[in-house]
């Protein structure tokens, strides 16, 4: 990136809602330049501390359940009520070029054209959990830009969606009714961290199914063990085509806010995710400058010519190459 911009003016420039500067720290954090990830870096550290009052929403879903339609419709509600809102939409990437799909943001009609609202498609790049490998930094840059609501919709829902729990103040399963067994498809770890679940679609002659799926739902809820001894997940019914009940779905995600921040959990939960952070960014971190030697990359190349062959076993040959670069052990 030509004449790369000094971060202490980057910052500042994010700090008055600059939506080019956002872009380009954004694009700056995905890189995978060495030098643009350190400006990143440099340019968050100097945004810290962040804005307080800010909500992270997850957003999680069966395919087919409407999640775009109805964050469009929920994020619009909210830029009319005065809020700031950012989406971060994780696209699918590609196979061949890693690249995104960039679909949510054609779909989000509203929300991409309105002056209070910033929705950032980001390819996952192979990332487990349904989020983008930098979506923990697209979203502390967008509360720095002055957004008061982040929203991060997920690609699915699945074992590995459970990741974006790590990062958000709660996480909203959304769900639609439908032939019967309202749980079929849904992994038992999703549902215990979902904080809310909404049945979507339930409007015309879809309603009364969806208020079924609901009752049934909250039977089935009743067996898992709440998130905290002060939350029971509510199921409500929504419809992200018609509005009806994204009210009241605020509404519960302000009353998730207010409990958990009476007992501490909101707090916790926040300074806990902070510290996985860090250690996260220091595997990484590791990972990436153990690697990065021509010493480290010719032992890797053997090793993965061993190893593709099935010759030798992936375990052992990992501890070879960590032994070969000097790296001490474990203590026993």
């Known amino acids: 990136m030509a004449n790369s911009p000094d971060p202490e003016e980057l910052a500042a420039a994010i700090r008055t809602g600059r939506r080019a500067a956002l872009s380009r720290a954004i694009t700056l954090a995905e890189s995978t330049r060495a030098d643009h990830r350190a400006l990143a870096a440099s340019v968050l550290d100097r945004l810290a501390p962040l804005p307080q009052g800010t909500i992270r929403i997850g957003i999680s879903g069966v395919p087919g359940a409407g999640k775009s339609t109805l964050i469009d419709a929920l994020g619009s509600m909210l830029t009319e009520q005065g809020h700031k809102v950012a989406v971060l939409a994780v696209d699918p990437s590609s196979v061949r070029s890693g690249g995104s799909i960039l679909g949510d943001k054609t779909r989000m009609h509203r929300l991409a054209s309105d002056a209070n609202a910033f929705v950032r498609p980001s390819p996952s790049s192979g990332t487990l959990g349904g989020v983008a490998a930098k979506t923990r930094e697209t979203m502390l840059l967008c509360e720095a830009a002055g957004f008061d609501v982040v929203i991060v919709e997920t690609m699915g829902v699945g074992q590995a969606e459970v990741a974006v729990a790590g990062m958000v103040d709660l ?160 203590p026993t």
């Open 171 to 330: 996480v909203v399963l959304l769900m639609i009714a439908g032939g019967g067994d309202e749980l079929q498809g849904i992994k038992k770890g999703i549902l215990e961290i979902a904080d809310i679940v909404a049945l979507n679609k339930a409007d015309g002659e879809d309603r009364p199914r969806a208020e079924r799926a609901a009752s049934e739902l909250r039977s089935a809820l009743n067996i898992l063990s709440p998130p905290s001894p002060d939350w029971r997940v509510p199921v409500l019914t929504v419809s992200g085509a018609t509005g009806a009940g994204l009210d009241a779905l605020w509404e519960t995600v302000l009353r998730h806010r207010a409990v958990h921040q009476a007992n501490g959990a909101w707090q916790a939960r926040r300074a806990g995710q902070r510290i996985g952070w860090l250690k996260a960014s220091l595997d990484e971190a590791l990972r990436r400058r153990v690697l990065s030697g021509k010493q480290a990359r010719a032992a890797l190349a053997e090793a993965e010519a061993a190893v593709g062959t099935g010759s030798r076993a992936p375990t052992a040959v990992a501890e070879e190459i960590l032994d070969r670069l000097g790296l001490p052990g474990e």
